[in-house]
């Protein structure tokens, strides 16, 4: 637990000062000073710390200390409802016996419930027999005077018999007087009576008393008619008269006087009972006590919860607030998603003050997890604060867009643009650096300074198509040299997790400039580095706020960019080597020194094996440039063996080794090795020298040379690269995703450019044309190796070519099988 509670602190503490006092042992999350409804301090409050362990340290450190002149008490708070808290004894809670005296609330216990059995069962065999005896008598008058007679003093009425015989006889005298006046007045009025009263009166039978039918109970305020009263007043006395006219119900806010109150015999049957333990009789009110009337806490609380989770299996969404303004949705995440995986978390965030406005909304992948998150995390210490939990509202559907550069859409466009935007954060893509076709002619008509009607005419020599399959290859390796000088590590370009801050830009039409691209995407949102190759036809947008950059994407994704719609993929995770540093990564940081364009033809070479044999492995490709580092500390990261072995230079790339943590299938946990690789092999031996045995995260680094060639384990286990660091497995390639227009000499042309090629086979249909596959076989492994790496994101056609290592014994027949 993050949060304490401290007591004994002085009646003058104010909030301020009460924060200052505690902030010496960590990050305060929360402060809270307890009050009455009218103010009082309750010389008692809460601080919520960042981190379990600075709150344990609080705990030690002040629990017994002073706080001006008041000795505190200092312990861990626990969560409400825990079974280890005491019983509750302040007058200010709710429930206690002291809160009950003061407020008069009276506690209603069941009857016998706090006597031994013995007793139970003989006062059950008392009340069994006193409803036998009670059988056949309730309309005996000497019966109903006995019990009248033998009840406790307590439940008589002042004016009764006993207090009667006191009565002095000038008091006798005064109310005898007033009872003859009353009685000569009702009998004055009933002599009088009209003939529709008469008639009115013949149709009530004589043995009825009241307008309610015979046998059944009449209430205790009800008044006989005035000719039940006339033919039975002669035979009353002048006291039984005057009890007769009396309100039965003295004092609506008396309870005790209602429970206990009688009805005459004139009123009608009496419900009589044995009192509790004293064998009297008691009368039952008409209506039910203000007890009775009070709504159950419990019963309320209960049907609250089940609300609440008749909603959340609905929506599978949750509102959590009351969060602290440092919590990060990184946090969330940790918090919530040991439940289940999680679809979204979604912190909204100021736009003047960049900082968290206290609740998030937290989506789940099944409903059943968010119902267990609710019923674990509600009012649970988050952070130094307690959460509150609520059901969401299911997310709301973005309102639709005109696009005013689009013009008309049928209703069919409509459908398919609403299709891609609703797939535009799918985390598979098929290529990550993928370029428009047009971008890409009009950045290589403008290094070689030719029309794009020249560059695609079926007049030049060779193919269009190939050519610009080509260009497109040397493209994209200028755009990944760009990268790679700027701080983005290009082996993260496979790995499944994907960021929330930084964006893919794709199919950029060639005339947008890096300032166009921030005016679009920073009216969203805060940018950190915007990263825009001479090419201009790929970027990468980094935001600050996770929650802009997911409305960037929302808003943008298919959105029309001049003549062409932009594709929008989230980046891989951490695939900058810093973190933004807006000294460094500000707009104002770097200016291109003059136009863009103009330097096309410099950063642009005529197309070579040599440069791209260069730029497909960043490393030398050569023995002894990877170095095999075990003993890794769990916790260490590439980051942070960066740091280490970036004191060499030379270094092309460092990898730690993981693989699919058991306990959560989702994360990835450390081997405990890794591998660093240099563009030399004496960088590598350098490296090997001095690093050997240095401390890294308590762990002393244990260092040998690997007989990995190329970037050692960089990539996965599928061996389709020269990145994952293993050896050329051959000189065969596999060539997949062929387009039927595509011939075999078109293969030769476009492979030819980046290795000695020995043969190209298209294997054929039996009806015609080829199978969609091809077999490239080169002069070295190498050479294959660099083809491999080099056209990666190639297209022809229109069409991604796929490439992989062919096997060894692969015939039409085995192809065919497979």
């Known amino acids: 637990m993050s949060r304490i509670i401290i007591k004994n602190l002085p009646k003058h503490t104010t ?61 861990i708070a626990k969560p409400q409802g825990d079974a280890s808290l005491p019983r509750a004894w302040s007058v200010y809670t709710e429930g206690t016996s002291l809160y009950n005296i003061t407020h008069a609330i009276k506690k209603v216990k069941d009857e016998g419930s706090d006597k031994p059995p013995q007793q139970r069962k003989t006062q059950k065999a008392i009340r069994t027999l006193y409803n036998e005896l009670l059988q056949g008598k309730q309309d005996d008058p000497r019966f109903k005077e006995f019990l009248q007679v033998m009840a406790p003093r307590a439940t008589n009425r002042t004016w009764t018999n006993d207090d009667y015989a006191n009565w002095q006889t000038d008091e006798l005298a005064a109310i005898n007087g007033a009872v003859a006046a009353r009685r000569e007045q009702i009998e004055s009025a009933a002599a009088d009576t009209t003939p529709s009263d008469a008639d009115a009166k013949k149709e009530v039978p004589e043995d009825a008393g009241s307008e309610v039918p015979a046998g059944s109970k009449v209430p205790a305020d009800a008044e006989p008619p005035a000719a039940a009263q006339t033919s039975t ?86 509102f959590v607030r009351n969060l602290p303004y440092m919590a990060t949705e990184d946090d969330l995440r940790a918090a919530f998603d040991k439940f289940g995986p999680l679809t979204e978390v979604h912190m909204p965030i100021s736009k003047d003050t960049k900082r968290p406005k206290g609740f998030a909304y937290i989506l789940f992948l099944l409903p059943e997890h968010a119902v267990k998150a609710y019923k674990a995390m509600d009012n649970k210490v988050f952070l130094g604060r307690l959460l509150h939990v609520l059901p969401g509202k299911e997310k709301p559907q973005p309102r639709e867009q005109d696009d005013t550069l689009g013009g008309f859409k049928s209703g069919v466009k409509k459908e398919r643009d609403a299709q891609k935007k609703a797939l535009a954060g799918n985390s598979f ?188 492995v960043q490393g030398s490709g050569q023995d002894g440039c990877v170095l095999f580092v075990k003993n890794l500390n769990f916790d260490t990261t590439e980051d942070t063996l960066r740091r280490v072995f970036g004191g060499v230079d030379g270094l092309a790339s460092v990898v730690v080794r993981r693989k699919k943590d058991a306990k959560n299938p989702d994360r990835l946990k450390s081997m405990g090795f890794g591998f660093v690789e240099y563009k030399s092999p004496a960088a590598a031996r350098q490296a090997l020298d001095s690093f050997q045995g240095v401390m890294v995260d308590d762990h002393a680094l244990e260092l040998k ?51 000695q090629v020995k ?53 039409l027949q085995a192809i065919r099988e497979k």
Not at 490 to 496: E, G, H, I, V
Not at 556 to 561: F, I, N, V
Not at 723 to 748: C, H, M, W, Y
Request: glycine share 8%; proline share 5%; net charge negative.
């Open 15 to 75: 909030e301020k000062r009460f924060r200052s006092h505690f902030a010496t042992k960590g990050e305060i999350t929360d402060v809270k000073l307890v009050y009455t409804k009218t103010g009082k301090f309750r010389r008692f409050g809460y601080i919520g710390y960042r981190t379990d362990d600075d709150a344990q340290a609080a705990q030690a450190y002040f629990n017994g200390t002073f706080f001006d002149t008041s000795r505190v008490e200092v312990e």
């Open 233 to 318: 007043s002669a035979a009353l006395s002048d006291m039984e008269w005057l009890r007769m006219h009396m309100s039965a119900k003295i004092d609506d806010g008396n309870d005790d006087d209602d429970a206990a109150g009688m009805v005459d015999a004139a009123d009608g049957p009496v419900e009589s009972g044995p009192s509790s333990g004293n064998g009297g009789d008691k009368g039952t009110s008409a209506e039910p006590s203000k007890a009775d009337q009070r709504p159950d806490p419990a019963a309320a609380a209960a049907a609250a919860v089940a609300s609440a989770i008749a909603q959340i299996e609905e929506t599978g969404r949750l």
């Open 429 to 616: 893509n098929w290529n990550s650096l993928y370029m428009s076709a047009d971008a890409v002619a009009d950045s290589i008509s403008e290094r070689l300074s030719i029309s794009k009607a020249e560059l695609l005419s079926a007049d030049s020599s060779g193919n269009p198509a190939v050519r610009l399959a080509l260009a497109e290859t040397h493209i994209v390796n200028d755009a990944k040299r760009y990268f790679e000088d700027h701080g983005v590590m290009l082996d993260r370009f496979d790995d499944s997790e994907r960021s929330d801050v930084v964006i893919l830009v794709k199919n950029i039409p060639f005339s947008i400039d890096e300032d166009e691209l921030r005016a679009l995407f920073g009216k969203h949102g805060s940018l950190g580095r915007v990263l825009l190759p001479p090419s201009r036809t790929i970027a990468i947008i980094e935001f600050l706020e996770p929650s802009e950059a997911r409305a960037a994407f929302r808003h943008l994704a298919y959105k029309r960019l001049k003549d062409a719609p932009i594709y929008l993929e989230r980046a891989p995770q951490d695939v900058f080597a810093a973190p933004y540093d807006p000294s460094a990564h500000g707009p104002d940081a770097k200016k291109p020194d003059g136009d863009a364009k103009a330097k096309l033809g410099a950063l642009h070479d005529p197309v070579s094996t040599a440069d791209v044999a260069s730029v497909a």
């Open 705 to 755: 040379m690997s007989d990995r060639v190329g970037r050692a384990a960089a990539e996965d286990e599928s061996g389709t690269s020269a990145a994952d660091g293993k050896q050329p497995k051959s000189t065969k390639l596999v060539v997949k995703n062929v387009p039927f227009e595509a011939t075999r000499r078109d293969i030769r042309d476009l492979v030819s450019a980046f290795g």
């Open 759 to 811: 043969s190209v086979r298209l294997p054929k249909k039996f009806s015609g044309g080829h199978r969609g596959f091809a077999f490239v076989e080169f002069l070295t492994p190498q050479e294959a190796q660099n083809v491999l790496d080099t056209m990666k994101s190639t297209h022809l056609y229109g069409r991604h070519l796929v490439l992989g290592w062919a096997e060894e014994d692969t015939s």
